[in-house]
């Protein structure tokens, strides 16, 4: 990265629209990170053949799991083409900020070392070939989850260029993000004073708790579980007691499941909170002063009145963050995905304020 | 109006740190012995009506730091409910959480010529 850290340029919070807090852009191939890696590395790759991480063991809905008008007509993938990006996303929804998180699967490499370079390299590739591209793209920062030590030392490293607007971790990790190992990745985050993104995917254990399902209806239909999973360790292995300035996004896993935690976990927190000892207040506490999620995959109930009574059953208004999901098949329309029923103030907090509060913009 | 005592049976009746049950005045009791305090709750859980009197007497875990050493404080002062585990302070009958809103009547006690008294009003 450059010695001299970009300025942030950007609009007056009070003038935004919209904004997007989940957006997806990729390397078109292993050579567009080549630039960022070390000659070591890069005689690793032409070696080995390495075209990047995994394969999709769930076959999606759609090629690159790409809506079918996002691919550009440069010929580079969905997601690849930062000029087409903006036109068919941010110029033709009048959004004022996206977050791009990228979803490069480092974390699928048992090499660490080698997991540690490609996470160099995709944070840099997104600073130049997106950042650099637009002012109203912001970025997260990829690490590897599996070195939380180096983690830490990325979140140093990158977090200098204020673009960067928080640490993005996958749901689906070798363990559960409570554990101690991984304090070092929390402990940074704070310190660079970004928030930590949870996002749908991952490579670390089985989409369920019981195993693998069969299908990518299933993998994308129970990623809630780990959701779920994740925030009661965060909880109950007191991060947030921790860290109590850490905000945790939870990013495409959905929220209508939220309740229903959280009733839970209070209730077996009144049996069982001599167990945890470090907390000092209910865990749905912890939850609603420490996290969003977003909106997308949009919850839809037949019944939209239903949505309106789970908002109000999660108790806080500011919890949600709109989000699009581009370029995927499951991209959320900023003019419909939320109903009508969402409307006045509560839908001027979910498509610009919360997010503004949440990320400091 | 002055108090009146309920007489719940002679000290040698309640063994210290047993948890009793014992009716009174038209109500199910609790008693707890410790040493020469006695503690009485209404033996029934706020929480879904289980008899705190088949509930074992232990102490609050002190709030600690994360993985600082967790320490056994007020031993002999909680009750902990057989059904769901919620914990109460046999001072005041309070849960150990949400005390405001989750507690049991406790009652006050005295002796007098051996006997335990049940303060009613
Ligand atoms: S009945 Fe006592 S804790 Fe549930």
Known sequence: MSQVEPAVETQEASTFSLIDCDVHNYPNSIEELMPYLSA??????RQSGFSGPGGPTYPKGFAQAARRDAWPPSGLKPGGDPDF?????????GIDLAILNPLYGMTAL?????ANALMRAVNEWTADTWLGS???WRGSIVVNANDPKNAAAEIKRVSADRRFVQVLL???????????QFRPIFAAACEAGLPVGLHFGGSGNPITACGWPSY???DHTAMSQAF???LVSIVCEGVFCEFPELRL???EGGFAWLPGLMWRLDKNYRGLHSEVPWLKKLPSEYILEHCCATTQPMEEPKNPQHLMQIIEMIGRDEFLLFATDYPHWDFDSPDRALPPVIAGDLRQKIVVDNAVAFYGF | MASRGVDLGAVEAFADGDVQRVEAGGRGLVVVRRGDVFYVLRDICPHQGARLSDGQVTGQVAECSLGGEAVLARDGEILVCPWHGWQFDLCTGRSLVDGEKNRVRSYPVRIAAGRVLLELD
């Open chain 1, 40 to 45: 070591r590395w890069q005689a690793y790759v």
């Open chain 1, 85 to 93: 990006a903006r036109e068919q996303l941010l110029d033709e929804w």
């Open chain 1, 110 to 114: 048992h090499n660490l070392d080698f």
């Open chain 1, 134 to 136: 637009d002012t109203r």
């Open chain 1, 170 to 180: 996958l749901v689906r990790s070798s363990a559960p993000y409570g554990k101690r």
């Open chain 1, 216 to 218: 990518y209806i299933e």
């Open chain 1, 228 to 230: 779920e999973a994740q």
């Open chain 1, 249 to 251: 996004a939870l990013i």
